[in-house]
């Protein structure tokens, strides 16, 4: 459904000012200056001509019918349009609610979902939201109008966290079934997806490129070094006996390699997929991620 037109929640209003205040004090259009229409910078939607393939172009460009009649491989070239939309996807996943440090998985999630948006209006991109929650999801159409864009997210800011132990599985996916503008950029905010992609995800990122950003906490990529203890699992909405044993670092590992293996097959260029600490600088990363994209190397490559 699309959004109505929300009261500004004091708190949901006070949040933004604070990340509108760093966009202006770090000067993130300084750092982000460059020759390249969009800082965001898709793979492009416009045809612009063929040329030969050469060593490490992308083997998708790859235009099969000149390069059958010619003989030799050739490739289409394609030019970034000059108004991207910058299409956010908030998958609203109780499990984001998890957090062993001071914020929790979903605070850095949200920020890091706004900084992107308001980035995009600052460079005059239109900037659109979708926030998917177990009960439905709320669409906010693409804009280029800041007040517009605040209104948006400070809907999303104040919008309640979603039940822990919700009534049917919520299984979101990158695969969107809603309508998608016509060569948008899509985001996506969330948790690492339950499954491996499906067949039609190849065609969809044919249509729309598409990057993935995550949160992961510390006790993510190792269990905690104390003793025993009990905390609360927001996925199962109770609280959970955590065990620090041989058994249980085993375990803890295969449970993260099966979801880093499931991480990298959405996104298996690491150009197209973010990861950010808790504990790290939402800004600072997404900034780093940003120029990564636009220097064709990624951080923390493969």
Same mark, same amino acid.
């Given at each position: 459904?699309?959004?109505?037109?929300?009261?500004?929640?004091?708190?949901?209003?006070?949040?933004?000012?604070?990340?509108?205040?760093?966009?202006?004090?770090?000067?993130?259009?300084?750092?982000?200056?460059?020759?390249?229409?969009?800082?965001?910078?898709?793979?492009?939607?416009?045809?612009?001509?063929?040329?030969?393939?050469?060593?490490?172009?992308?083997?998708?460009?790859?235009?099969?019918?000149?390069?059958?009649?010619?003989?030799?491989?050739?490739?289409?070239?394609?030019?970034?349009?000059?108004?991207?939309?910058?299409?956010?996807?908030?998958?609203?996943?109780?499990?984001?609610?998890?957090?062993?440090?001071?914020?929790?998985?979903?605070?850095?999630?949200?920020?890091?979902?706004?900084?992107?948006?308001?980035?995009?209006?600052?460079?005059?991109?239109?900037?659109?939201?979708?926030?998917?929650?177990?009960?439905?999801?709320?669409?906010?159409?693409?804009?280029?109008?800041?007040?517009?864009?605040?209104?948006?997210?400070?809907?999303?800011?104040?919008?309640?966290?979603?039940?822990?132990?919700?009534?049917?599985?919520?299984?979101?996916?990158?695969?969107?079934?809603?309508?998608?503008?016509?060569?948008?950029? #899509?985001?996506?905010?969330? =948790?690492? !997806?339950?499954?491996?992609? &499906? *067949?039609?995800? %190849?065609? /969809?990122?044919?249509?729309? $490129?598409? #990057?993935?950003?995550?949160? =992961?906490? !510390?006790?993510?990529?190792? &269990? *905690?070094?104390? %003793?025993? /203890?009990?905390?609360?699992? $927001?996925?199962?909405?109770?609280?959970?006996?955590?065990?620090?044993?041989?058994?249980?670092?085993?375990?803890?590992?295969?449970?993260?390699?099966?979801?880093?293996?499931?991480?990298?097959?959405?996104?298996?260029?690491?150009?197209?997929?973010?990861?950010?600490?808790?504990?790290?600088?939402?800004?600072?990363?997404?900034?780093?991620?940003?120029?990564?994209?636009?220097?064709?190397?990624?951080?923390?490559?493969?």
């Amino acid at each position: 459904m699309n959004a109505p037109s929300p009261v500004i929640d004091p708190r949901a209003q006070s949040a933004l000012r604070r990340l509108e205040w760093q966009l202006r004090r770090r000067s993130v259009q300084t750092l982000l200056g460059g020759a390249h229409r969009s800082v965001f910078r898709g793979r492009g939607m416009e045809f612009d001509q063929v040329v030969r393939y050469a060593y490490g172009d992308d083997i998708r460009d790859v235009d099969w019918n000149v390069t059958a009649r010619l003989g030799d491989l050739y490739r289409k070239v394609f030019v970034e349009e000059r108004e991207l939309t910058i299409w956010a996807v908030v998958s609203d996943d109780p499990a984001l609610q998890f957090g062993s440090g001071v914020a929790s998985k979903r605070e850095i999630l949200l920020q890091l979902a706004a900084l992107t948006l308001m980035l995009a209006v600052v460079n005059r991109e239109r900037a659109g939201l979708l926030h998917q929650l177990p009960d439905g999801e709320t669409r906010h159409n693409p804009t280029r109008r800041r007040a517009r864009l605040l209104s948006s997210l400070a809907a999303l800011f104040a919008a309640d966290p979603p039940d822990p132990a919700p009534r049917q599985p919520f299984r979101p996916s990158p695969l969107l079934t809603s309508p998608v503008p016509q060569g948008a950029l #899509v985001v996506w905010f969330g =948790e690492i !997806p339950p499954g491996p992609p &499906p *067949p039609e995800w %190849a065609a /969809f990122r044919r249509r729309h $490129p598409v #990057v993935g950003v995550r949160v =992961e906490d !510390p006790w993510e990529r190792a &269990p *905690p070094p104390s %003793a025993s /203890f009990t905390a609360f699992d $927001p996925a199962a909405g109770a609280l959970t006996w955590v065990e620090n044993t041989p058994a249980s670092r085993e375990a803890h590992a295969e449970w993260r390699a099966a979801r880093e293996e499931t991480w990298r097959a959405w996104w298996p260029d690491p150009l197209d997929r973010l990861v950010v600490d808790t504990a790290e600088d939402p800004l600072a990363a997404l900034v780093g991620f940003l120029r990564a994209r636009r220097s064709g190397s990624a951080r923390g490559a493969p």
